[in-house]
């Protein structure tokens, strides 16, 4: 399952991409963006965010 960014929360700051191991998150103007084939569902990007836009995909 994969994470989703949140981009009405998003901030922009870059801190989540660092922290994924796939390299699943991308900057999409000023939001970042996680591509859900990339991404392995790790859950490593979640705590990192500072205003908690990251959360597990629903559907
Ligand atoms: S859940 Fe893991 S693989 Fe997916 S975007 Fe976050 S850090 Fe990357
Ligand atoms: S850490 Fe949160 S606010 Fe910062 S770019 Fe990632 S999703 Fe957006």
Redesign the pocket.
């Known amino acids: 399952m994969a994470y989703q960014?949140d981009e009405t929360?998003?901030?922009?700051?870059?801190?989540?991409?660092g922290n994924c191991p796939v390299a699943a998150?991308n900057q999409k103007g000023d939001?970042?963006k996680i591509d859900p084939e990339t991404c392995v569902g790790c859950g490593a990007?979640e705590p990192?965010?500072?205003?908690s836009?990251?959360s597990k995909e629903t559907r």
């Open positions: 960014i929360v998003c901030v922009g700051c870059g801190a989540c991409a998150i939001k970042y990007c990192t965010c500072p205003v836009a990251i």
